[in-house]
């Protein structure tokens, strides 16, 4: 089983739409959690952490489910330049904090 | 906003050749870390660097890849044979209180010919 597992897309939506991710991660004992975002050929960017109680930025919302070992990300209103690769990240319990990075999801937004 | 800054920005090199990746982290961070992404695949963790010295490294990180932290402010990660298969982008990260502010350079895009 992948340590961290997201739907590739792509996700094609129209601007204004709203669109959701979803990630399941395998290692229970995981700390910390986190989308990235990465444009074609670049290096990936934070969007935001992702904590328990649910947090938002803006447009975007994450959720996190321990239980379920579930990671969301939902974003409103999405606008041309959403258009990127989302990242699932997490980082193991312990070691130096090297982060695990999912495959990404890939979003389109079109006119 | 700091940066991380990573030289250069493209190499191509002959296959069984050495190269070397630098990078300069960001000036007050601690923790170093080398990220590799084949095209269109997930990016993987391949070394992270603390107090000098290597923390942690990765199945990838064999016997053909060291890092250095040669004075104050570069980072570089050697490998010292290239195989086709290394073909791939490089990120160098650093970060001052890991996993959280995490900074990725814009990365090195190495061509093993």
């Known amino acids: 089983r992948k340590e961290v597992e997201q739907d590739p897309g792509p996700f094609n939506v129209p601007e204004g739409a709203t669109v959701a991710f979803n990630c399941t991660y395998s290692n229970s004992a995981s700390q910390s959690f986190f989308w990235y975002r990465q444009d074609c050929r670049k290096e990936p960017k934070l969007l935001m952490s992702v904590y328990s109680s649910g947090n938002e930025d803006g447009r975007f919302t994450a959720q996190l489910n321990r239980a379920s070992q579930y990671i969301s990300l939902l974003i409103r209103d999405s606008k041309l330049s959403d258009s990127a690769t989302y990242l699932c990240v997490v980082n193991k319990a312990g070691g130096y904090n090297k982060l695990i990075f999912g495959a990404g999801t890939r979003l389109a937004v079109h006119p | 906003e700091p940066e991380v800054t990573q030289t250069p920005s493209h190499q191509v090199t002959q296959m069984g050749q050495e190269v070397i990746l630098r990078c300069v982290p960001i000036?007050?961070?601690?923790?170093f870390y080398w990220y590799r992404q084949i095209l269109g695949q997930k990016v993987e963790f391949l070394v992270s660097?603390?107090?000098?010295?290597?923390?942690?490294k990765s199945e990838i990180f064999d016997d053909q890849f060291s890092v250095e932290r040669p004075d104050g402010s570069n980072f570089t990660l050697k490998i010292r044979s290239t195989k086709l298969e290394d073909s791939a982008m490089y990120f160098c990260?650093?970060?001052?209180?890991?996993?959280?502010?995490?900074?990725f350079g814009s990365g090195t895009r190495l061509t093993v010919v």
């Open positions: 660097f603390y107090n000098n010295e290597i923390s942690e």
């Open positions: 000036s007050n961070h601690l923790y």
């Open positions: 990260a650093s970060s001052a209180d890991p996993p959280y502010g995490y900074t």
